[in-house]
C-alpha cells in the first residue's frame, strides 16, 4: 500500500483521433479498441488507452466503468482516461467499457483492469502489519482470563493487560478505547476527520517541518540518541492503534518536488484510518440531535508499562516467543540475537513481501529500524541472563516459575530506567512527583492525544544515521549507517553476537537532533523507502493521524486542560522563525493541529517539552505509575527491591554485551569520544 506516481500506467498507441470534445470527423462504421487487459496495485494512477475509427464521417465516444467498486474515473471523452486504483483486500476486476456512435450505428469494447491488494502501509505507523486487524481483537477477547495467574502464591501480570485493577478489570488491556483529555471533535461530530479547517498535512509538513537532506541540527543540551531511542520503545510498550480498512489519503499539492516533480496533480501519500471500537463512529438516528456515538480508536496494546514490547500482547505470542528447549528463556536466533520469524506471528514487515527473514519480538515493530530491533536484543538478552541465574539458583522451580521472575524482574527494570533516566532528562528533575502508594480509583489506560499526537514528538530528535563505534570511539570498518537504510533490515545489520555492540556505543555517544518542528530528510521525505518505491512522509502521517482520531486543535486541548489559549504565534514561540512557519502552514493559532503547536512551544524550565507536552506527559506517566498493582514498588518484595533499585541502562547494556567502561554511567548524557 504504497505511494506510487504513474507506476501502472499504460502506452498510448491512439490512432488519429483528436478526442477534442469526444468527437472526430471521420467516416462512417465505427470500430472500437478499450486497449489491453491490466493488472494494477492499489493506489496506483492507471490510464486506460482507447482507439476509435472509421471510413468516414463524425464519431462520438465515451468511456463508462460497467463493473467493480466506484473509481471515480476522469477523462471519460478522452480515449486516455484515468483513475486512482481502489483499495481490495483480494484481486478484483474493473471493467471499463468505451462506446462509439456516428448518429446511426454503435460499437463498445470492453478492458479489464486487475487491481491486486499489496501489503498496506496502515495507519500513520506505515509499518504493514501482517494479519487482520479485526481478527486479532476478536481472538484477544476470546482468550480474556477472567483472574491473574498465580505462581508462587503471588498474582503476576496477564500478559493482555486484564486484571490488574481487580474491580475494573479490562482497565489498560489490550483492545480497549484510548482515553480523551477533551471531546473528540470529527468533522460530522462522530466519525469523519476533524480539522476541516486545517490546511493540507503534507503543506503543513513541507512549508513548517523541512529539515534540509543531510544537514544536522544536534540538541543545544547534552543528551544523547538514547532519549529518542527510548521515548520510541516506551510509547511501542504503551500503544498502538493500527490501521483499519478505510482509506484517507493525503492529497499532494501539485508540484510537490518529492511526491509530484511532474505536477501531474494525481499523486497521493496513501493513509489508513485506525481501526476502532465497532460500537461507536454511529448516528443512529440522523434525524435525532445529540444521539451520535463518536468514534474512539482501540489500542490494540496493554497500556501499562509492563514489558508488552518484550513478551508480548497476549499468553499465546508469549507463549511463542519463548525458547523451545528450555522454557524459562526467551527464544534467539544465531549469535544471540532476536530469533528470525520462521512461524509467521503478526509482524510489521514495511514493504517486505514476505517477513519470514525478518526478527520477531513482543511488540510487532522490533524491526522498523536499526536502533529499535537492537533494544529488543539487549532486553530478550537481560531476560535470559536473569533467568538463567534463577535456574541456577533454584533448580526446584518449574519453567514458568523461572520465567514470571525474571519477568517480574525485567519489566521492574524498565520502569526503574523510565521514570529515573529517561523521564528526568526529558521533563527535568522532579516533573513526576514521588510515588506513595497504589490507587485503584485510576484508570491509568493511554490517552489518545498521548500516543497520537504526544509522544510523537520524539521523531523530531531522531538523526539520520546510526554511528557504530569500536571501544575506542573511533568509527568501525564498515562505516555507520543510514537510517533510511535500516528500515525493515536489521537482520542485514545484525549477524552475531557482537554487532549490536558499535550502534550501543553510538546510542550512547551521538548528541540527537534539536527537538523543534523539523524532521530530517530521511523521516520527511523517504521514510520507509525512497518516493518511487513507496516512500512516506512520516510528519504528514502523524498529522493526518491526529485528525482521523478527532482530536481537537492546539488552543481547545490547552484550555480543556486550563492552559492559556494562544492568540498569536508569539504565545506560542519566542521563535520568529518558528512563528513564520506556522503562520506559513496555519495562518492563525486556532486551526494549528496538537502535533504541531506542541513541538513549536518554547520549553518550560527544566525540560525539553513545552507546556502543553509537559503537562500532559506528567499526567500520564502519573497515572500509568499510580494506577498500577502491580507497579515495582507495589509489587516486589523487599529482597526484589533491593536488586533492581538504581538500575540504569548501562548495568543492562553492560552486562549483555562486551561493553564495558568505554560508555558513561548515564547514556542518556551524550559524552562525545
Known amino acids: 500500500m504504497k505511494y506510487s ?67 471515480g474515473l476522469t477523462g471519460t471523452t478522452t480515449l486516455t482516461p484515468q483513475f486512482r486504483a481502489v483499495n481490495v483486500n483480494d484481486a478484483t476486476d474493473l471493467v471499463f467499457r468505451l462506446t462509439a456512435t456516428n448518429g446511426e450505428a454503435t460499437a463498445i469494447d470492453e478492458v479489464t483492469v486487475t487491481v491486486n491488494d499489496r501489503p498496506r502501509v496502515n495507519g500513520p505507523s506505515a509499518r504493514g502489519i501482517t494479519g487482520n486487524i479485526e481478527t486479532r481483537r476478536t481472538d484477544a477477547i476470546a482468550a480474556r482470563p477472567t483472574t491473574s495467574p498465580v505462581f508462587e502464591g503471588r498474582d503476576v501480570r496477564t500478559y493482555d493487560g486484564t486484571n490488574n485493577n481487580t474491580s475494573n478489570t479490562t482497565w489498560g488491556a489490550t483492545f480497549t478505547q484510548l482515553q480523551r483529555l477533551a471531546d473528540s471533535d470529527y468533522g460530522n461530530g462522530f466519525s469523519s476527520q476533524a480539522g476541516l479547517g486545517r ?62 516533480p511532474d505536477s501531474t496533480g494525481a499523486a497521493v501519500l496513501l493513509f489508513n484510518r485506525a481501526f476502532f471500537d465497532p460500537a461507536t463512529s454511529v448516528d443512529p438516528d440522523p434525524d435525532v440531535q445529540d ?212 550502534v550501543l556505543r553510538g546510542l550512547a555517544a551521538q548528541k540527537h537532533q534539536n527537538l523543534d518542528l523539523q524532521l530530517v530528510d530521511d523521516l520527511r521525505n523517504t521514510y520507509l523507502a525512497a518516493p518511487a518505491d513507496g516512500g512516506l512522509d512520516l510528519a504528514a502521517l502523524i498529522i493526518q493521524n491526529g485528525r482521523d482520531h478527532g482530536l481537537p486543535d492546539y488552543n481547545d486541548l490547552r484550555e480543556e486542560l486550563s492552559l492559556t489559549r494562544a492568540t498569536t504565534f508569539a504565545d506560542v514561540t519566542s521563535d520568529a522563525d518558528i512563528s513564520a512557519a506556522l503562520t506559513a502552514a496555519y495562518g492563525n493559532p486556532n486551526v494549528v493541529d496538537i502535533w504541531v503547536g506542541g513541538m513549536a512551544e518554547d520549553p518550560v524550565t527544566g525540560s525539553q517539552l513545552g507546556e502543553l507536552f509537559q503537562t500532559i506527559m506528567v499526567r500520564q506517566f502519573t497515572e500509568l505509575r499510580d494506577g498500577d498493582r502491580f507497579w515495582w514498588e507495589n509489587d516486589l518484595t523487599a529482597a526484589e527491591q533491593t536488586e533492581v533499585q538504581g538500575t540504569v541502562l548501562a548495568d543492562i547494556i553492560r552486562a549483555n554485551t562486551g561493553i564495558s567502561t568505554e560508555i558513561q554511567d548515564n547514556v542518556f548524557v551524550a559524552v562525545t569520544p
Open 5 to 71: 506516481l504513474l507506476a501502472a500506467t499504460a502506452a498510448l498507441g491512439l490512432a488519429a483521433c483528436s478526442g477534442s470534445g469526444g468527437s472526430d470527423n471521420v467516416s462512417p462504421l465505427p470500430t472500437v479498441n478499450a486497449g489491453v487487459d491490466q493488472t494494477a496495485a492499489e493506489g496506483d494512477l492507471v490510464e486506460l488507452s482507447g482507439t476509435v475509427s472509421q471510413t468516414g464521417g463524425s464519431i462520438d465516444f465515451i468511456w463508462a466503468q460497467v463493473a467493480g467498486p466506484t473509481t
Open 291 to 502: 444521539d451520535e456515538i463518536p468514534r474512539e480508536q482501540l489500542n490494540e496494546m496493554t497500556s501499562w508499562l509492563d514489558g508488552s514490547v518484550i513478551y508480548g500482547n497476549s499468553a499465546a505470542r508469549a507463549e511463542a516467543l519463548r525458547d523451545s528447549g528450555n522454557r524459562a528463556l526467551l527464544a534467539t536466533s544465531a549469535g544471540n540475537l532476536l530469533p528470525i520469524n520462521t512461524t509467521g506471528l503478526t509482524n510489521a514487515i514495511g514493504y517486505e513481501a514476505d517477513g519470514s527473514g525478518l526478527f520477531v519480538a513482543g511488540d510487532y515493530r522490533s524491526n522498523e529500524h536499526l536502533g529499535l530491533a537492537v533494544l529488543h536484543t539487549l532486553f530478550m538478552r537481560e531476560h535470559n541472563r536473569l533467568a538463567s541465574d534463577i535456574q541456577t539458583a533454584n533448580p526446584g522451580l518449574s519453567d514458568d516459575e523461572v520465567f514470571e521472575r525474571a519477568r517480574r524482574l525485567v519489566v521492574a527494570k524498565l520502569q526503574i530506567i523510565t521514570y529515573e533516566e529517561f523521564l528526568p532528562a526529558l521533563l527535568g528533575a522532579g516533573a513526576i512527583p514521588a510515588w506513595t502508594a497504589y490507587d485503584d480509583t485510576i484508570d491509568a489506560s493511554a490517552y489518545n492525544a498521548f500516543t497520537t499526537a504526544v509522544m510523537p514528538f520524539i521523531h523530531s530528535m531522531q538523526s539520520e544515521q546510526f554511528l557504530r563505534l569500536d571501544a575506542t570511539g573511533a568509527v568501525i570498518a564498515a562505516g555507520n549507517v543510514e537510517l533510511k537504510d535500516t528500515y525493515f533490515a536489521a537482520p542485514t545489520f545484525l549477524t552475531d553476537a557482537a554487532s549490536i555492540e558499535p
Open 199 to 260: 490546511t493540507n498535512s503534507r503543506l503543513v509538513s513541507t512549508r513548517a517541518m523541512q529539515q534540509d537532506d543531510g544537514v544536522s541540527v544536534p540538541t543545544a543540551g547534552d543528551s544523547s540518541d538514547f532519549l529518542w531511542l527510548w521515548g520510541q520503545f516506551i510509547a511501542h510498550d504503551i500503544g498502538l492503534a493500527d490501521g483499519g480498512a478505510e482509506s484517507a489519503d493525503i492529497t499532494v499539492i501539485s508540484g510537490d518536488e518529492t511526491f509530484d
